[in-house]
């Protein structure tokens, strides 16, 4: 087997070695070894099942125990560790199937501001090493290293191989890394070997890397999408790439142009750094199903509370709202409306959901409603002076008011009055 560079997940050393091969210098075998490893600089950094993980930091009795996050026996699975998806449980499976495959499981609600703030501190830690951080969520970013090595003394994959050393040991979290020399390759790469993996992809050997693949690793690829390709005989990557980009648009439209392109490991995507979310939303699962049109709206208004206090937070204002009702059956409606002007305020935000509810509430009953608020802009432009709409102001005064009240005294110090009960 000929040498290829390497580096050491454990000890940083870099080296002549082999893939999976065991470290000169501390014994471990955690070796990174690919023949193109100096040229790849751009990453995919995945939290290992976060949440749970970030539980776990703070509950070390439950280190090696079955965990789960999410809601009561009504509700849905948040996240899990590694340990309850062996039995088969996975994020979004119903609360009650997932507890009879893992009876065994400890159940604990989810807390998002800890995970917010591990998160932030994830991020600065990314933001050390490079300034091209692009967050897709709260665990996971995209990275550009390009043109670090001088800055941090070795390649990029010595300088990420430090950065989780890090973030294990300042957050008390595991991570995975992709690295590759495309965005969509160094995202499949992230998930190729959790926990704690480490797996680069470059141009000499994608093909091999992508055609044993089931065609679910391709982001965008969800259920329905898998089941037609399936359908069509198409189960692999491989299978995807030969066909033609051609026949793959005239089957499955502007999606069969991105299949073609990433089974052929294309993407000329920029990382980009610092990007917005694109939604704030909050959503609740009942302890029974509601069909109360009334009762639907007594739970949407807290939730419209919620997601207003993070626009606000975060300086954002909602160009639209979508609202989001789930049957008994787990069939999910969602409706959407968007404004003349962005808002950040509660109060406009309920009065656009709350119409939208209440002409989707005959498909009820429902175990679920929530609030998204979308199209998000800078918070500079929101609620600005409307003479046909002189209540606003009114409106922002009262809020801001309540705002500086539960900044004092809490959260739960004030409230209006259909926040009651």
């Known amino acids: 087997m000929t040498p290829v560079e390497s580096v050491c997940r454990h000890c940083l050393t870099r080296a002549t070695g082999y893939a999976g091969g065991v470290c000169g210098q501390c014994g471990r075998r955690a070796l990174v070894a690919h023949p193109e490893l100096g040229d790849l600089a751009l990453a995919h950094l995945d939290c290992d099942a976060f949440y749970a993980s970030v539980e776990k930091r703070d509950r070390p009795e439950l280190a090696d125990s079955p965990l789960i996050v999410g809601g009561g026996r009504r509700g849905a699975v948040m996240a899990c560790c590694y340990i309850t998806r062996m039995t088969g449980v996975r994020s979004a499976m119903p609360m009650r199937r997932a507890l009879a495959l ?14 917010r703030e591990a998160g932030r501190h994830i991020r600065q830690l990314m933001e050390s090493v490079t300034p091209l ?4 969520s709260i665990d996971e970013a995209y990275l550009d290293l390009s043109g670090t090595e001088a800055l941090h003394g070795g390649p990029p994959a010595q ?3 430090r950065l989780v050393q890090r973030i294990e040991r300042e ?64 189960c692999t990557v491989g299978d995807l790439a030969r066909h033609g980009e051609s026949q793959l648009v005239a089957r499955y439209g502007a999606m069969g142009r991105r299949l073609a392109q990433v089974a052929r490991g294309l993407d000329d995507r920029p990382v980009a750094p610092g990007g917005p979310p694109k939604s704030v939303s909050a959503e609740t699962t009942f302890d029974s199903d509601v069909a109360a049109t009334d009762a639907l709206l007594a739970a949407l208004w807290p939730l419209a509370e919620r997601v207003s206090a993070r ?3 975060q300086d954002r204002a909602a160009g639209s709202v979508r609202i989001k009702l789930k049957t008994r059956s787990f069939r999910v409606l969602s409706r959407s409306q968007r404004l003349d002007d ?14 939208l509810v209440e002409q989707a509430a005959g498909y009820g009953p429902f175990r679920l409603v929530g609030i998204a608020a979308a199209e998000l802009t800078d918070g500079v432009h929101a609620d600005p002076p409307n003479l046909l709409a002189p209540e606003r102001q009114r409106t922002a005064a009262v809020e801001s008011a309540m705002d500086a009240v539960r900044a004092k005294l809490g959260p739960g110090a004030i409230t209006k009055g259909r926040g009651l009960g």
């Open 311 to 313: 626009l606000k937070e």
């Open 171 to 234: 957050v008390g979290v595991t991570a995975s890394i992709g690295l590759s020399y495309a965005k969509v390759l160094a995202k499949i790469a992230s998930g190729a070997d959790k926990p704690r993996g480490f797996v680069a992809v470059g141009r000499g050997d994608v093909e091999d890397f992508l055609a044993p693949k089931p065609v679910s690793i391709i982001p965008g690829v969800g259920s329905s999408l898998e089941q037609a390709l399936l359908r069509d005989g198409i």
């Open 133 to 136: 951080v692009e967050p897709v």
């Open 102 to 115: 893992c009876p065994d499981a400890t159940v604990i609600r989810p807390d998002m501001a800890k995970y």
């Open 342 to 355: 962005p808002t950040k305020l509660a109060e406009r935000l309920y009065a656009v959901a709350a119409p």
């Open 159 to 161: 300088t990420l191989a």
